[in-house]
């Protein structure tokens, strides 16, 4: 079945130590995002990248940055994990121009900052 | 800009129960309105859509009509299972030109259906 895969499922890293979450989808869907959710809130945008252009959210730490390499793949980094940095990290992928246009999301990588 | 706003919860039913989740929007245009499910330690799934007035999405026995005069987009289900306990999101997406295909999510409303 065509997804999206997030790997991996659970992350715990040291404060200040870089981490890298990982996105990839076999949709073939044009845009990437990247969500970040915290324990009984809505889903916060950080950033998506449409084709190879990245969109940066206003509110988005510099802390926060993202690749993707081709299509297929998306990657979150995070330089220096705080505390505060402690979340469930959504990615989700979208078909724009002539496609359903709706979200479709992985299952999430639970990040735990030490 | 576009907003959704919806109930708050918790929401505690007893099995067989009928549900309303209340979902309203501001949005300029035409927007699409979802609603997504997101089970314990899961990602969102989509539930169900709506694309313009007057659609109904339905899926999984849940039903939601786009409304525009009211702006709203309730979420029903005749009879619950405690496999629908989750939190449910309603969200839209603008149709208004820039980046329209980002979505705008309300706070979301945890369902707990007990047995």
């Known amino acids: 079945d065509a997804m999206v895969i997030q790997n991996p499922r659970y992350q715990v890293t040291q404060f200040g130590k870089p981490v890298t979450l990982s996105c990839s989808q076999t949709l073939n869907h044009n845009v990437m995002y990247w969500y970040q959710q915290k324990s009984s809130q809505a889903p916060k945008l950080l950033f998506h990248y449409y084709d190879k252009d990245f969109n940066n959210e206003a509110d988005t730490p510099d802390n926060f940055q993202s690749r993707r390499p081709n299509t297929s793949f998306c990657f979150l980094d995070i330089r220096s994990p705080g505390l505060g940095d402690a979340a469930m990290y959504l990615c989700?992928?979208?078909?724009?121009?002539?496609?359903?246009?709706?979200?479709?999301f992985g299952p999430g990588t639970r990040l735990t900052v030490l | 800009g576009d907003s959704v706003t919806q109930m708050e919860g918790p929401v505690t039913l007893s099995e067989e129960a009928f549900l309303t989740i209340n979902c309203t929007y501001t949005?300029?245009?035409?927007?699409?309105l979802f609603w997504y499910v997101q089970y314990p330690g899961e990602g969102l799934q989509l539930l169900l859509k709506a694309t313009k007035a007057d659609d109904k999405g339905s899926n999984k026995g849940f039903e939601a009509t786009y409304r525009k005069e009211t702006t709203s987009f309730h979420l029903e289900k005749g009879s619950v299972q405690v496999s629908d306990s989750a939190v449910y999101f309603c969200a839209l997406r603008g149709n208004s030109g820039g980046s329209n295909y980002k979505l705008t999510f309300g706070k979301g409303t945890l369902l707990t259906v007990n047995p």
């Open positions: 989700a992928t979208s078909r724009e121009s002539g496609g359903s246009n709706e979200q479709f």
């Open positions: 949005a300029t245009g035409y927007p699409s």
